[in-house]
């Protein structure tokens, strides 16, 4: 059993930075893939970033890359998603997800994640 809890959303102003943060208990963070997912008002839930648990590759969505970096804190148990330059179109919940399944790959399918957060409300105003 894992527990996942985001924190770290808010309101900021275009251009702006945020770093969301997921604190995982139940099971350490290392031995597992983890994403990170957002959901806009009226819209589907969408692949963000993810991270492998070997050897801490990465993956993300084009409209994000250069702009967001997934990385993880083995010793607060932890990965986070640094937001940089954000725009309007970046306001969603977020939520963190675990894939105790995946290891020495990500996927961007929410599918494959067996775990997930409550979610972090980040908004960016023009």
């Known amino acids: 059993q894992v527990q ?3 924190s770290g959303g808010g309101l900021v ?6 770093t969301l943060s997921c604190a995982a208990s139940g ?5 597992y893939a983890s994403g990170w997912f957002r959901q ?3 819209k589907e839930r969408e692949f963000v970033a993810a991270i492998t648990g ?3 590759s990465t993956d993300y969505t084009e409209s994000v890359k250069g702009r967001f ?7 607060k148990n932890t990965v986070n998603l640094q937001m940089k330059n954000l725009k309007p179109e970046d306001t969603a919940v977020y939520y963190c997800a675990a894939d105790l399944q ?3 790959s990500v996927s961007r399918y929410r599918q494959e994640y067996d775990y997930w957060g409550q979610g972090t409300q980040v908004t960016v105003s023009s």
């Not at 102003?13 to 945020?18: F, N, R």
């Open 102 to 104: 995946g290891y020495f």
């Open 4 to 6: 996942l809890l985001e």
């Open 69 to 75: 970096t997934i990385s993880r804190d083995d010793a």
């Open 54 to 56: 070997s050897d801490d």
């Open 27 to 31: 099971r350490t963070f290392t031995r």
């Open 40 to 42: 806009a008002s009226g």
């Open 13 to 18: 102003q275009a251009g702006g930075s945020l």
